[in-house]
Protein backbone atom coordinates (compact mmCIF):
# COMPACT_ATOMS: atom_id res chain seq x y z
CA UNK A 1 0.00 0.00 0.00
CA UNK A 2 1.11 3.10 -0.87
CA UNK A 3 1.97 5.86 1.66
CA UNK A 4 -0.87 8.40 0.22
CA UNK A 5 -3.10 5.96 1.04
CA UNK A 6 -1.71 4.79 4.15
CA UNK A 7 -2.17 8.38 5.23
CA UNK A 8 -5.89 8.84 4.24
CA UNK A 9 -6.54 5.46 5.51
CA UNK A 10 -5.48 6.44 9.35
CA UNK A 11 -7.06 10.17 9.00
CA UNK A 12 -10.28 8.50 7.91
CA UNK A 13 -10.48 5.84 10.66
CA UNK A 14 -9.46 8.96 12.93
CA UNK A 15 -12.16 11.29 11.86
CA UNK A 16 -14.53 8.17 11.72
CA UNK A 17 -13.67 7.54 15.75
CA UNK A 18 -13.80 11.75 16.51
CA UNK A 19 -17.80 11.90 15.04
CA UNK A 20 -18.75 8.49 16.70
CA UNK A 21 -16.99 9.30 19.98
CA UNK A 22 -18.98 13.14 19.71
CA UNK A 23 -22.22 11.32 19.07
CA UNK A 24 -21.92 9.17 22.11
CA UNK A 25 -21.22 11.75 24.03
CA UNK A 26 -23.88 14.22 23.00
CA UNK A 27 -26.37 11.07 23.46
CA UNK A 28 -25.15 10.00 26.97
CA UNK A 29 -24.65 13.64 28.27
CA UNK A 30 -27.41 15.30 27.29
CA UNK A 31 -30.72 15.76 28.88
CA UNK A 32 -34.09 15.49 26.56
CA UNK A 33 -36.16 18.39 26.39
CA UNK A 34 -39.84 18.55 27.16
CA UNK A 35 -42.20 20.45 24.95
CA UNK A 36 -45.83 20.52 26.30
CA UNK A 37 -48.75 21.35 24.27
CA UNK A 38 -51.66 22.85 25.72
CA UNK A 39 -54.54 22.66 22.85
CA UNK A 40 -56.91 25.54 22.90
CA UNK A 41 -60.13 24.70 24.26
CA UNK A 42 -63.05 27.54 23.50
CA UNK A 43 -66.37 26.74 25.28
CA UNK A 44 -69.11 28.64 27.61
CA UNK A 45 -72.18 28.29 29.07
CA UNK A 46 -75.37 29.98 29.74
CA UNK A 47 -75.89 31.00 33.47
CA UNK A 48 -80.02 31.76 33.85
CA UNK A 49 -81.99 32.90 36.77
CA UNK A 50 -85.78 32.13 36.62
CA UNK A 51 -87.24 34.00 39.59
CA UNK A 52 -91.54 33.63 40.25
CA UNK A 53 -92.41 32.17 35.99
CA UNK A 54 -89.84 34.76 34.43
CA UNK A 55 -86.02 35.13 33.59
CA UNK A 56 -84.25 37.51 35.68
CA UNK A 57 -80.65 37.01 34.76
CA UNK A 58 -79.01 35.94 31.65
CA UNK A 59 -75.28 36.03 31.60
CA UNK A 60 -72.87 33.56 29.18
CA UNK A 61 -69.64 31.96 31.42
CA UNK A 62 -66.18 31.65 29.19
CA UNK A 63 -65.41 27.78 30.72
CA UNK A 64 -62.83 27.07 28.34
CA UNK A 65 -58.86 27.94 28.49
CA UNK A 66 -58.89 30.80 25.95
CA UNK A 67 -60.14 34.49 26.02
CA UNK A 68 -63.52 34.40 23.81
CA UNK A 69 -66.02 36.65 22.26
CA UNK A 70 -69.40 35.45 22.94
CA UNK A 71 -73.04 35.38 20.41
CA UNK A 72 -76.14 34.29 21.62
CA UNK A 73 -79.17 32.77 19.61
CA UNK A 74 -82.65 33.38 21.49
CA UNK A 75 -85.27 30.79 20.55
CA UNK A 76 -88.87 32.16 21.63
CA UNK A 77 -91.99 30.00 21.06
CA UNK A 78 -95.57 30.39 22.25
CA UNK A 79 -96.59 26.94 23.83
CA UNK A 80 -99.95 25.93 24.83
CA UNK A 81 -101.34 24.09 28.19
CA UNK A 82 -99.41 20.79 26.95
CA UNK A 83 -95.82 22.08 26.53
CA UNK A 84 -96.47 21.84 22.40
CA UNK A 85 -94.80 24.93 20.38
CA UNK A 86 -97.81 26.83 18.74
CA UNK A 87 -95.66 30.09 17.09
CA UNK A 88 -93.09 32.01 17.43
CA UNK A 89 -92.73 34.47 20.69
CA UNK A 90 -91.21 38.13 20.22
CA UNK A 91 -88.68 38.97 23.61
CA UNK A 92 -86.81 41.25 21.47
CA UNK A 93 -87.67 43.92 23.57
CA UNK A 94 -85.90 42.44 26.69
CA UNK A 95 -82.61 41.98 24.83
CA UNK A 96 -79.44 44.05 24.35
CA UNK A 97 -78.27 44.69 27.90
CA UNK A 98 -75.05 46.93 28.13
CA UNK A 99 -72.18 45.59 26.16
CA UNK A 100 -74.65 43.64 23.71
CA UNK A 101 -76.00 44.04 20.13
CA UNK A 102 -78.18 42.29 17.72
CA UNK A 103 -76.48 41.76 14.27
CA UNK A 104 -77.71 41.30 10.79
CA UNK A 105 -77.69 37.39 11.19
CA UNK A 106 -80.32 37.35 14.13
CA UNK A 107 -77.68 36.61 17.04
CA UNK A 108 -76.95 38.71 19.80
CA UNK A 109 -73.03 39.57 20.14
CA UNK A 110 -71.26 40.53 23.33
CA UNK A 111 -68.73 43.07 22.41
CA UNK A 112 -65.94 42.39 24.55
CA UNK A 113 -63.53 39.57 24.79
CA UNK A 114 -64.21 37.30 28.02
CA UNK A 115 -61.34 35.83 30.62
CA UNK A 116 -60.99 32.16 31.25
CA UNK A 117 -64.18 31.96 33.76
CA UNK A 118 -65.45 35.43 33.50
CA UNK A 119 -68.99 35.98 32.08
CA UNK A 120 -70.60 38.64 29.86
CA UNK A 121 -72.44 41.81 31.10
CA UNK A 122 -76.52 40.77 31.33
CA UNK A 123 -78.12 39.89 28.42
CA UNK A 124 -81.25 41.36 29.49
CA UNK A 125 -82.00 45.13 29.68
CA UNK A 126 -81.45 46.50 32.82
CA UNK A 127 -84.96 46.10 34.59
CA UNK A 128 -86.13 43.60 32.17
CA UNK A 129 -87.04 39.86 32.64
CA UNK A 130 -88.68 37.69 30.02
CA UNK A 131 -92.16 36.66 31.83
CA UNK A 132 -92.52 32.66 30.81
CA UNK A 133 -95.93 31.92 30.84
CA UNK A 134 -96.72 30.45 27.84
CA UNK A 135 -93.66 30.83 25.92
CA UNK A 136 -90.91 29.13 26.10
CA UNK A 137 -87.25 30.95 26.01
CA UNK A 138 -84.08 28.88 25.07
CA UNK A 139 -80.63 30.92 24.82
CA UNK A 140 -78.09 29.13 22.72
CA UNK A 141 -74.48 30.52 23.32
CA UNK A 142 -71.73 30.11 20.80
CA UNK A 143 -67.95 31.04 21.84
CA UNK A 144 -65.09 31.69 19.27
CA UNK A 145 -61.21 32.15 20.48
CA UNK A 146 -60.35 35.74 20.84
CA UNK A 147 -56.69 36.01 20.17
CA UNK A 148 -55.00 34.65 17.14
CA UNK A 149 -55.07 35.27 13.37
CA UNK A 150 -57.53 33.65 11.03
CA UNK A 151 -56.72 33.74 7.09
CA UNK A 152 -55.81 36.95 5.25
CA UNK A 153 -54.29 38.30 8.47
CA UNK A 154 -58.02 38.71 9.59
CA UNK A 155 -59.51 37.64 13.46
CA UNK A 156 -60.93 34.37 14.04
CA UNK A 157 -64.04 36.49 14.98
CA UNK A 158 -64.01 38.09 11.76
CA UNK A 159 -63.38 34.88 9.71
CA UNK A 160 -66.27 33.18 11.41
CA UNK A 161 -68.85 35.82 12.25
CA UNK A 162 -68.34 38.13 9.65
CA UNK A 163 -68.26 40.76 12.17
CA UNK A 164 -65.43 43.27 13.51
CA UNK A 165 -65.38 44.48 17.71
CA UNK A 166 -63.17 47.31 18.41
CA UNK A 167 -61.60 47.40 21.40
Given at each position: ??????????????????????????????????NTF??????????????????????????????????????????????????????????????????????????QEI?????????????????????????????????????????????????????
Amino acid sequence: MSKLATIILVVSIVLAAAVGGTIAYIVTSTSSVENTFTPGKVSCEVVETIHNGSKTSVTVKNTGNAKAYIRCAVIANTIDANGNVTGAADVSSALCGSGWSEGRDGFYYYSQEIDLNSSTGELLKPSSSIDLTGIQVTILADAIQAEGEGSNGTTPVEDAWGITFSN
